[in-house]
């Protein structure tokens, strides 16, 4: 089968499409027939950076990164009750782990995937996997959010953010988005009550009262939005979980909850979102679709931070 792989940390240009056997099924996994797979920071920084590709796999070399896809089961392991073959799904694929799913076949664990709503495509699919996920569970499963709550969700536009922005809508949030003003009436048509545009406006000053905020930039940012949040609130950040003494110190003293989330596959949030997806409640926006060939071109596109929503690649 085709597979990208990458050697060695670096440019885009050290990912190759090269020929490898396809993957032996576990008892509890199903091989899936990848249609669309879609392209996140991570897949980014760990194609750029040594230290977070040991993070990842360890000194595993060559590896297969990804772990979006969505396609149709073509095998079944022994021990899988709940797909059967000729089966379209989606979902996350052992994240945090090696998900593999830069290649025509991918063999994922039963709990990660989900049925692929009929009113969907396989690009869209493959869009609402672990940036919905992440939103779901930072949301959903983290902040409890629920009707009338304020939330501030930062980088509204991207990934993360325009999901982010439907789900908190969804449970009767009040939102705020941050974004560039060129996206502003992009954010504001997935629902949100407020915009801000970052690159003109502080949103420290016109901001306040928040009880949930979602961070996806941090550094000053994160700072910044331990001012606007009530006592008793909650930040959920993606970036790092290393936080400064007095970072963690000032959210202590307004008895703020700062907390890091790392998303991970999980049965419950993959099969929400796929009732999301289906019930119409959840809208991927696809910024550009790539062919498997133009992989570079996809890793170049979400490394220049202008991706709206998310950039999927065809196989």
Do not use: C
């Not at 959903?140 to 939330?151: F, L, M, N, P």
């Not at 915009?195 to 949930?212: L, M, P």
């Not at 970072?247 to 419950?268: C, D, H, N, P, Y």
């Not at 679709?289 to 071109?297: G, K």
């Amino acid at each position: 089968m085709k597979a990208i792989i990458l050697n060695n940390a670096g440019t885009a240009e050290n990912l190759h499409i090269v020929d490898i056997e396809k993957p032996i099924l576990k008892e509890n996994e199903v091989l899936v027939q990848t249609v669309s797979l879609s392209i996140n920071p991570v897949d980014v920084k760990s194609r750029a950076n040594e230290g977070v590709l040991d993070w990842l796999f360890g000194k595993e070399r060559p590896v297969v990164l990804g772990w979006d896809i969505s396609g149709r089961v073509v095998e079944v392991g022994k021990n899988v009750t709940d797909f059967n073959v000729g089966d379209d799904v989606f979902g996350m694929v052992n994240f945090f782990g090696n998900g593999k799913a830069y290649a025509q076949y991918v063999a994922a664990p039963q709990e990660h995937l989900a049925y692929k709503p009929q009113n969907i495509s396989h690009q869209e699919a493959a869009a609402s996997t672990l940036t919905a996920s992440t939103a779901y569970q930072a949301l959903v499963e983290v902040a409890k959010v629920k009707k009338g709550d304020r939330v501030l969700i930062h980088a509204a536009s991207g990934g993360v953010g325009h999901f982010a922005v439907q789900i908190a809508k969804h449970f009767g949030a009040y939102v705020i988005g941050t974004s560039s003003a060129k996206n502003k009436d992009f954010v504001l048509s997935l629902g949100t009550d407020e915009h801000v545009d970052y690159t003109s406006e502080d949103f420290a000053e016109k901001v306040k009262d928040i009880d949930i905020v979602l961070d996806t930039i941090g550094g000053e940012t994160l700072s910044k939005s331990i001012h606007v949040t009530k006592p008793k609130g909650i930040i959920i950040t993606l970036p790092s979980p290393d936080f400064p003494d007095e970072l963690k110190t000032k959210a202590e003293r307004k008895g703020i909850s700062l907390q890091f989330l790392m998303v991970a596959s999980k049965k419950e949030t993959i099969n929400q979102i796929a009732k999301l997806l289906e019930n119409g409640t959840l809208k991927p926006h696809i910024h550009k679709v790539f062919e498997f060939n133009e992989m570079a071109d996809a890793h170049r596109e979400v490394e220049s931070n202008r991706v709206v929503g998310k950039a999927i690649v065809n196989i």
